[in-house]
């Protein structure tokens, strides 16, 4: 009984921390929009602001999972928040200078502190009970971290998005205090979230530091990272991971942009419904918010779609072969792309946000299935698929690159390949219950 309460306390510690990094992964979207117009960026190069986020995840996931074996998953967890704080600090600095490579440098610290925290916490659910309960476990974790990303569009929308936002060849137009007091506002606007997520990072570092976990997953060097290779399924996994990260990353950077390149502003603003959602998520009339934010606040629906799909999930995986499962929600999403892609106005707007209920299982679930019957390799594999992050610097980049050349639409197919990837991986693990 004390153990079950033990498991029960760790678990809710864990998913405050899944909450907390999603929160803060897609409040980085909410600026894509804003730095492309302050630093005249291409999509390309916008998208380059993923490539620094996701970039840590590939050269750090490895690195962290050697840190945890030494120094154990809780001073882990605690190193991992405080320099989680250490990158949110750093907005500070890239906002008042405005110098593009400085907040590059603190979305890769950022991504740091994320990816330990990644390294850590996956495995320590999945392990925290029963192995048959692993991917329900995870899944519900997961729908917190949607909750933090369903939460963060609306709040980015609104403290980040939402003043009018000047081109460079208008600031250059400025002089004396009129010029100083807009930079001071559009300091102010990036500097207040972060400041305020640095804060709170730090309370939940200290509460981790007299927080007692039970110690589930050998904290020693057992196993190599040359016999995690060897498990078939395992890499498979990772691949499936890398196609799930950047074709999710990739739709959600952009969704801003394409609403834009559809000319959706006017139709909110004239449909009586739509506009009465974008009025209650803004807490204000349109008039006066820049378009950005009128669309902006419906990339919500986006990440939302993913929460209320992982609680969904959470009961599906335990009655449903969670290979399975995963198989149906990536059709379904490679349908509603094509459905997007296929149309126009409101349709083409609620179909590709829609993809974000399909994606909420497929990471907890692509997770737990790599990872399942490898034992003591679970360390170790935890490292190789938070590896794989880093699809979330490369496929946004390369979509934006595709949208420069052939239009958005077009480069939709992208997005498609991966989800079909990860579909057969899906397909692949419906098939039989793998104890490698």
Not at 26 to 53: C, K, N
Not at 58 to 65: E, G, Q, R, T, V
Not at 198 to 224: D, H, N, Q
Request: hydrophobic share 50%.
């Amino acid at each position: 009984m004390t153990q079950q309460k033990s498991y029960r306390s760790s678990f809710i510690l864990l998913t405050v921390l899944f909450f907390l990094w999603g929160f803060i992964t897609v409040l980085v979207d909410s600026l894509i929009p804003r730095l492309r117009e302050l630093f005249t960026l291409t999509y390309f190069q916008a998208g380059m602001v993923q490539f620094a986020f996701f970039g840590a995840f590939f050269l750090l996931s490895i690195p962290a999972s050697y840190i945890l074996s030494k120094i154990g998953y809780k001073k882990g967890i605690i190193l991992g928040l405080v320099t989680m704080a250490l990158g949110c600090l750093l907005f500070y600095p890239a906002a008042s200078y405005r110098v593009f490579g400085i907040f590059m440098l603190a979305y890769f610290i950022l991504a740091g502190g994320i990816t330990i925290l990644q390294v850590a916490a996956n495995p320590y659910v999945a392990v925290l009970g029963s192995e048959d309960g692993a991917s329900s476990r995870l899944n519900l974790s997961q729908a917190f971290n949607s909750l933090g990303t369903a939460i963060a569009p609306a709040i980015g929308a609104l403290f980040i998005l939402s003043d009018k936002i000047k081109t460079k060849d208008e600031i250059g137009a400025l002089v004396g205090t009129a010029k100083e007091q807009y930079l001071i506002a559009e300091a102010s606007a990036v500097q207040t979230p972060f400041i305020g997520l640095a804060l709170f990072i730090v309370l939940i570092a200290i509460y981790f530091f007299f927080a007692k976990l039970p110690k589930l997953i050998s904290e020693t060097e057992t196993g190599t990272y040359k016999d995690a290779l060897k498990q078939k399924n395992l890499m498979l996994g990772v691949f499936g991971i890398f196609c799930y990260v950047g074709a999710e990353v990739a739709i959600g950077s952009y969704l801003v942009n394409y609403f834009m390149d559809m000319n959706l502003v006017s139709l909110i603003k004239e449909e009586g419904f739509m506009k009465s959602i974008a009025e209650s998520l803004l807490n204000s009339g349109l008039a006066e918010k820049d378009d950005k934010a009128v669309v902006g606040v419906f990339v919500t629906f986006y990440w939302s779609g993913a929460m209320i799909g992982r609680f969904i999930g959470s009961y599906l995986t335990k009655i449903i072969n969670p290979g399975k499962v995963l198989g149906i929600f990536a059709t379904c999403a490679v349908a509603l792309i094509l459905l997007s892609i296929s149309t126009t106005g409101l349709v083409s707007m609620w179909s590709i946000l829609a993809v974000g209920l399909f994606n909420s299982i497929m990471f907890p679930t692509i997770f737990t299935l790599a990872i399942d019957g490898i034992g003591s390799l679970k360390p170790k594999g935890s490292g190789l698929l938070c590896t794989a992050i880093v699809g979330g610097a490369i496929i946004p980049p390369a979509y934006g690159f595709l949208t420069d050349n052939i239009g958005f639409k077009p480069a939709l197919f992208l997005v498609i390949c991966a989800y079909t990837y990860i579909l057969y991986y899906g397909y692949r693990n419906s098939k039989k219950t793998f104890n490698l």
